[in-house]
């Protein structure tokens, strides 16, 4: 398969990545040098593949040193994913795990599974995305082993989609839920970011399928920085932190993985008996913006201003202005906090 040429100082995530990448980065080891050859070996592909895509890896910013001669080895080790431990770790919840080397978007496959007739409770996570996105069409960055970028199925069987106003909320909750207990003061910035320190840490991306009056599916994107790299950093056009600064320590993607997953699935079981009622106090109490101007853009490019004053029962922002207050619906508003 063709590797997408790498301008310097490019964002891998921009590159049309083919799997061999990660394959390539997983068989190498900060101890010593392997020569592209005994790589090609192993991977069943040419020298020259091999020397490719871990050029192309390096171009990227991927740690990995090249000595003529010798070979390839990482400059760092890399925190790869191991499903199985993940698995062990969540065993309890009945969800399954799965871990990709390298996908399009978590979200894409999962959502064609769902279609397919895939059953509840699947988790698809990718050590890398090439198209992954963001709320109103962006794209989610993110490096190999720098992130989390991860999925779920979840099967409503008693609510049709029009009873899922304020799911995006209840993913929020369960997120900070996990990160507060491992030390991150995570706040959300609604409908479905996530904040520490007023920079961005994470995202959600929730996309829905069923009838209106029978079950559905949803699944439920989610991104979270980890450990940003600087060249990483230079890709995104706003403020973004990652755990290992908010939790003051490094904790592997495996643990954190396992412990979002164990927060959403109980989360989740709430919503699907109760809704979003139950989870609302806690989310105002990570609100991000409680109490602070903020400004609202429309799709149309309306501008609203007012004071961000917490979410109702299903989930709409509570913005109180000079004439009264209005109920907000997520769809594609944008929403930033004024000075």
């Not at 080895?73 to 871990?99: N, Y």
């Not at 600087?230 to 890709?235: D, L, M």
């Not at 979410?311 to 930033?336: E, I, K, Q, Y």
């Amino acid at each position: 398969m063709r590797i997408a040429l790498l301008a310097p100082g490019r964002c891998l995530c921009s590159v049309g990545v083919h799997t061999l990448i990660v394959a390539a980065l997983k068989r190498l080891t900060s101890h010593g040098f392997q020569p592209a050859a005994a790589l090609a070996r192993a991977l069943g592909a040419s020298p020259e593949a091999i020397a490719q895509a871990l050029d192309r890896a390096i171009t990227a910013g991927a740690p990995v040193r090249y000595e003529a001669g010798s070979g390839y080895r990482l400059a760092e080790a890399l925190d790869w994913l191991d499903a199985a431990h993940v698995q062990s770790a969540i065993a309890r919840t009945g969800l399954v795990v799965r871990v990709l080397d390298c996908c399009g978007s978590t979200n894409i496959e999962l959502m064609r599974a769902a279609r397919g007739g895939a059953p509840h409770g699947q988790v698809l996570a990718a050590e890398l995305q090439t198209e992954g996105r963001g709320r109103q069409g962006r794209r989610w960055h993110s490096g190999i082993g720098t992130a989390l970028t991860f999925s779920l199925l979840w099967r409503f069987a008693e609510r049709p989609v029009s009873a899922l106003s304020g799911l995006s909320l209840a993913v929020g909750v369960a997120i900070a839920r996990a990160l507060r207990r491992h030390r991150v003061a995570a706040a959300l910035k609604w409908p479905n970011d996530l904040l520490w320190r007023e920079r961005k840490l994470g995202g959600i991306l929730i996309e829905a399928q069923g009838d209106g009056a029978g079950p559905s599916a949803v699944v439920i994107g989610i991104g979270i920085n980890v450990r940003l790299r600087s060249h990483e950093r230079a890709c995104i056009d706003q403020a973004v932190c990652d755990l290992d600064e908010a939790a003051g320590r490094a904790v592997t993607r495996n643990d954190w993985l396992a412990a979002l997953v164990l927060d959403l699935s109980e989360a989740l079981g709430v919503f699907a008996e109760e809704g979003f009622a139950p989870l609302h106090d806690e989310w105002d109490r990570y609100h991000a913006h409680a109490g602070r101007p903020v400004e609202l853009t429309a799709p149309d490019g309306e501008r609203v201003y007012g004071i961000a004053s917490g979410v109702d029962a299903h989930g709409r922002l509570l913005l109180v202005g000079a004439h009264g207050t209005r109920a907000v619906m997520a769809g594609d508003v944008s929403l930033r906090a004024r000075a």
